[in-house]
């Protein structure tokens, strides 16, 4: 059905994004009466927000493709039997969130069961104003304008992005972060991982390097960074047309992508991501 197509995906995970979104949004202005939960501890946060952006999410995709799966952060996983599959953040970047800060994102992503590959992605970041979409084949566009990786292949000139990571990883990254930090112009530590990889995708980032992430972080910015040209994987290598679905994910412009898993391969192994 015509539905089916990666566009049509594309626009269906648009508006399931920006219904979470005015969620999310709607509960800034009342942010002193969330009730905000420790999940795994104090790294680990979620809010009634998150929990009812993702209900908004599910809404609008099980009215538009009630025969597909659905995957979310919050409220888990519901089979389908389309042959395709939504996965789904409500807020990636809770932790910013909460703190009122810009740096969170909506991350909808589709995905075809049988071949496992992504066939549209969405993150939107609703502080920001700003969508990243990509549909299979159709590549990667910031705000209605094809957007590409940047063209960078000289370590000592790329801006890179990192996260933290999970805390039973927190020395490892350590590590990585200290063995980074001589070797590129310099790092950011966003608070959202989807986000992470939106910036690669258009540009705004020279490489990420995402450890200890969920498929809900990295579903839609993986195939964002793939359709801008740009490559993800884990620092085992790249599957080429799959993706990560969770773990320690490095993401960057061919010519950087390989540089920087080596040096972070040279700093020695981490405890086991997830
Ligand atoms: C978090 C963000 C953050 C990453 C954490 C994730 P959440 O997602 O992606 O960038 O460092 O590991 O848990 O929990 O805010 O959806």
Same mark, same amino acid.
């Not at 009634?48 to 799966?69: F, K, N, Y």
């Not at 566009?141 to 940047?150: E, H, I, Y």
């Given at each position: 059905a015509d539905n089916r197509t990666p566009a049509a995906l594309r626009a269906i995970a648009r508006l399931a994004a920006q219904a979470g979104a005015e969620v999310a949004l709607g509960w800034r202005d009342h942010a002193d009466r969330l009730r905000i939960e420790?999940?795994? +501890?104090?790294? =680990?946060?979620?809010?009634?927000?998150? /929990?009812?952006?993702?209900?908004? #999410?599910?809404?609008?995709?099980? /009215? /538009?493709?009630?025969?597909?799966?659905?995957? !979310?952060?919050?409220? !888990? !996983?519901?089979? +389908?039997? %389309? +042959?395709?599959?939504? #996965?789904?953040?409500?807020?990636?970047?809770?932790? %910013?969130?909460?703190y009122g800060r810009a740096d969170w994102s909506v991350s909808v992503a589709a995905a075809d069961t049988a071949g496992d590959r992504l066939l549209a992605a969405v993150v939107l970041e609703p502080a920001l104003g700003r969508i990243t979409e990509a549909s299979a084949g159709d590549g990667t566009?910031? =705000? !209605?304008? /094809?957007?590409?990786?940047?063209g960078g292949d000289d370590l000592t000139r790329a801006l890179i992005e990192v996260n933290l990571g999970t805390p039973a990883q927190r020395a490892y990254t350590g590590r990585m972060v200290a063995a980074l930090t001589p070797r590129v112009r310099d790092l950011r530590r966003g608070g959202s991982a989807a986000a992470a990889l939106a910036l690669v995708a258009t540009g705004r980032a020279d490489g990420a390097w995402l450890p200890g992430i969920h498929s809900w972080d990295c579903a839609a910015g993986t195939l964002l960074v793939q359709e801008a040209g740009g490559v993800v994987g884990d620092l085992t290598g790249v599957t080429p047309d799959t993706w990560p679905h969770s773990g320690d994910v490095l993401a960057g412009p061919p010519a950087l992508w390989e540089p920087l898993r080596r040096i972070l391969v040279a700093a020695g192994p981490g405890p086991q991501p997830l």
């Open positions: 420790e999940k795994a +501890g104090p790294a =680990d946060l979620v809010s009634q927000a998150d /929990r009812e952006a993702e209900t908004a #999410i599910r809404a609008v995709l099980s /009215r /538009r493709c009630p025969d597909d799966g659905i995957l !979310g952060e919050e409220h !888990g !996983g519901a089979a +389908g039997h %389309s +042959g395709v599959h939504w #996965i789904i953040d409500p807020i990636d970047g809770t932790t %910013s969130y909460l566009c910031l =705000d !209605g304008t /094809r957007t590409t990786v940047s």
